[in-house]
């Protein structure tokens, strides 16, 4: 990460922190012309924003959740394999063939830190606090205990019977694991506003602070009672600390490595230094050797036998992002931000080999229907086939490798794939389980979006505008014309005689092009926007986009002469929009999905929403939305205002699922709603932001059914609680599930 972004960054975090404290400020910064890289920082600026936000009419019918390796732990033969939402459970027995096990979808996909110690696996969840996985059995992975961390847990280390965890806003927060089930804050120590990874060696704790870019040490001999005794001001933006006996190891997010003695903890000094070229994500010590994840660097190898001097002896590029690394033994576990886990021979230091490799996801750009399958096409990975059938229990059947999917539409039996290293792929998607790559059309550019109209295939193809591609023999696609929009083309829709461009940069705006004639498009109308424009979906003479934060209609009754009907601010960019009904589904990035009546063009009114990650692809079929995640794979998404008919009290449910309260937020009371497919001993408990349990709803037996409380916003003693966010947690047998509410008076 650059310096200026980082400098920005700050600033943004400053201004969201000083808006949402009621301080006074003169000019509050926004984040609409921001676009940084990397989901720990969207997620920061999101969940300030979105922190007093809920969903609505709305609910989570089913998950895919395979994404980005960010993070593996090892403990004997089995590795925990981030993996979107999901943490894979591999056995790694024989590291040529590893497989899976087991696998749990946690309640967020940011988390970048997992721990593990005595049959259970700690991961620091970022918004979610604390989640505690029983992971004894491999293959039945289930969450036994939570704590609130009441912050963004960003990392987690575990030392006997207690979790030290960096905690963004609360600094380092110490935590007694003495019964899993149960975690109690025991310590805690400020460190100044961003808390972001920590170790602990002996009696003390190693903190580091990004914003105020320093290492901070902290003696937690008695861990209730945490005290700072030393800190080092790097100068530079470090990212992970690990310790070795005397010594400090900071890795940088620019540069590479720092090294510092610490056998005086009150006054730490640094000795050595070694200069990457690339930005460290995360480090691993074993004796003399340190091994560097160094992003799209590779593996590096020192030897810092004499930290004054370290000195490298082996390199591996790796082919992707390295974001973590851990050693047992002879070999070196990488988590590939972009592939998985990789799985290399260091015994051998200046000859790493890999030997070994597993599959994770990808950043998810976008999905289409066809039938019962959704086609998923992820950013440095593959178009992946999911069996909707059930949309509660979506299941991967098959993958077409490519290389950067960025867009996907499927007509007939062939899906069509934009690869941005490349242009045009044809897959046969036929047999969903065997999806295989029949055609290829090199488009020399960059690519970004697509459209299928009958034998033509309509690509946005950057800085060469619209290119109308012939696809009626699908192994053999040629171009037919080309048509410079203007601008950067970024997107495009097509309907009867007209294809509609968007553009952005030197030319913004809606490019109108006659392709009553494939072979000789012509612009016949333009419509100058003041901000890149991003998704297009067009019907009955009306044409719905995205301008930067604002969801924007058209009405192309004449072509040549477009005129805007109505505007609907969406605070993000729109990234993608479905048209199904009287509703648009909209992709919007950080805010998810929003769903806008257009019933009446003119009047577009929000009637529900459904926060994910990074939402930015959507297609709809009957009454669902499934939006493709950026970082957290696939949704689906019910639309509960086409949802008809009332369920009998004699019905049950599939599945244990916690509903969003309604109303929300509310006053003074509020209905929490649950489904219990089999009969269980139920608690249903509320939480207020320290994560202490404040009223205890239900805490008895109960048969299945679809179940609803009433919470008047009071505590176990009677009395009113104040403004604010809570949470509520039901649990049963095995099953947990925590969700978020707002109480404003």
């Known amino acids: 990460m650059n310096t200026a972004i980082r400098y920005v960054l700050l600033l943004i975090i400053t201004a969201l922190e000083t808006v949402l404290f009621g301080q006074d400020i003169a000019n509050p910064l926004g984040t609409r012309e921001l676009n940084i890289s990397g989901d720990s920082i969207i997620h920061s600026i999101k969940s300030s924003i979105l922190q007093n936000e809920t969903d609505s009419n709305t609910t989570l019918i089913g998950r895919w959740a395979d994404g980005p390796c960010k993070t593996v732990a090892v403990e004997g033969d089995i590795a925990y394999v981030g993996n979107g939402g999901y943490i894979d459970i591999v056995n790694i027995t024989n590291p040529a063939n590893p497989v899976q096990l087991g696998q749990i979808l946690l309640a967020s996909p940011y988390y970048e830190s997992l721990a ?38 960003n990392h987690i280390v575990v030392s006997g019977n207690f979790a030290y965890v960096a905690n963004e806003g609360h600094g380092l927060q110490i935590l007694d694991l003495s019964t899993p089930t149960d975690p109690q804050l025991v310590g805690a120590s400020e460190t100044g506003r961003y808390a972001f990874n920590v170790t602990v060696n002996g009696n003390y704790a190693y903190v580091i602070d990004d914003f105020y870019d320093s290492l901070r040490i902290i003696d937690v001999s008695t861990p209730s009672n945490p005290l700072q005794v030393g800190s080092y001001a790097t100068g530079l933006y470090p990212s992970a600390v690990v310790v070795d006996g005397n010594y400090a190891y900071l890795s940088d997010y620019e540069d590479g490595l720092m090294i510092l003695d610490v056998s005086n903890p009150s006054n730490p000094l640094e000795v050595g230094s070694y200069i990457t070229g690339d930005g460290v994500e995360g480090l691993a010590i074993d004796g003399n050797y340190f091994f560097i994840a160094d992003g799209a660097g590779g593996l590096r190898i020192l030897n810092v036998s004499v930290p004054s001097d370290p000195q490298e002896v082996g390199i591996y590029d790796c082919g992707g992002s390295i974001w973590s690394v851990t050693v047992r033994g002879s070999y070196a576990y990488l988590a590939n931000y972009h592939n998985g886990l990789q799985i290399l021979d260091v015994s051998t230091l200046d000859d790493p080999q890999e030997v070994g490799f597993y599959i994770t996801g990808d950043l998810a750009n976008s999905v289409a229907l066809s039938g019962n399958y959704a086609f998923v096409a992820e950013g440095s990975g593959d178009l992946r086939s999911i069996d909707v059938t059930d949309p509660a229990n979506p299941r991967q059947v098959g993958a077409c490798i490519i290389e950067n999917c960025v867009d ?67 192994s053999d696609p040629h171009q037919v014309s080309i048509l410079n929009t203007g601008g950067l083309a970024q997107d495009v829709v097509v309907s009867g005689n007209y294809a509609y461009v968007a553009n952005l940069y ?76 009287n509703y648009a589904y909209v992709a919007n990035d950080y805010h ?24 930015r692809g959507v297609s709809a079929s009957g009454n669902y939305a499934f939006v493709a995640d950026y970082l957290d794979g696939l949704y689906i998404i019910q639309n509960d205002l086409l949802t008809t008919g009332i369920r009998s009290s004699t019905q049950t449910p599939e599945n244990y699922a916690l509903r969003q309260n309604y109303p929300n937020p509310f006053n003074p009371t509020t209905t929490l709603r649950y489904d219990l497919p089999e009969q269980g001993f139920v608690h249903l408990t509320i939480y207020n932001q320290l994560g202490k349990p404040i009223r ?19 505590d176990d003693y009677g009395k009113q609680v104040s403004t604010g966010i809570y949470f509520y947690r039901i649990e049963v047998n095995g099953f947990s599930q925590t969700k978020k509410m707002v109480l404003l008076k």
Request: proline fraction near 5%; charge should be negative.
């Open 116 to 153: 593990y110690f005595n049959g259970y696996l700690y991961v620091a969840n970022h918004e979610e606090g604390i989640r505690i996985i029983d992971v004894s059995i491999p293959t039945e992975p289930h969450e036994i205990g939570f704590y609130n961390s009441g912050g963004w847990a």
């Open 408 to 474: 996907v539409k499927v007509s007939g039996s062939y899906a069509y794939v934009l690869d941005n290293n490349a242009g045009l792929r044809v897959v046969d998607v036929s047999t969903p389980a065997d999806p295989i790559e029949v055609g290829f059309y090199n488009i020399n550019t960059g690519v970004r979006g697509i459209a299928v109209s009958g034998n033509y295939a309509y690509v946005a193809a950057t800085s060469d505008g619209l290119r109308i591609i012939d696809v009626s023999i699908p």
């Open 506 to 581: 030197n030319t913004s705006g809606v490019c109108i092009v006659n392709v009553s004639n494939p072979n000789n498009p012509y612009e016949v109308g333009f419509y100058p926007t003041d901000d890149s424009v991003y998704g297009l979906a067009v019907r009955d003479n009306y044409l719905y986009f995205g301008n930067g934060g604002e969801f924007l209609t058209l009405d192309v009754s004449t072509p040549s002469d477009p005129q805007e009907v109505a505007l609907f601010n969406t605070d993000a960019v729109v990234s993608d929009i479905a048209l199904i009904g």
């Open 592 to 615: 998810g999905l929003r769903i806008i009546d257009v019933s009446t063009p003119s009047a577009p009114e929000e009637v529900g929403r459904y926060y994910t990650s990074y939402a």
């Open 696 to 714: 205890t709803l239900i805490n008895r037996e109960e048969s299945a059914g679809y179940k609803s409380v009433m919470w008047d916003a009071r």
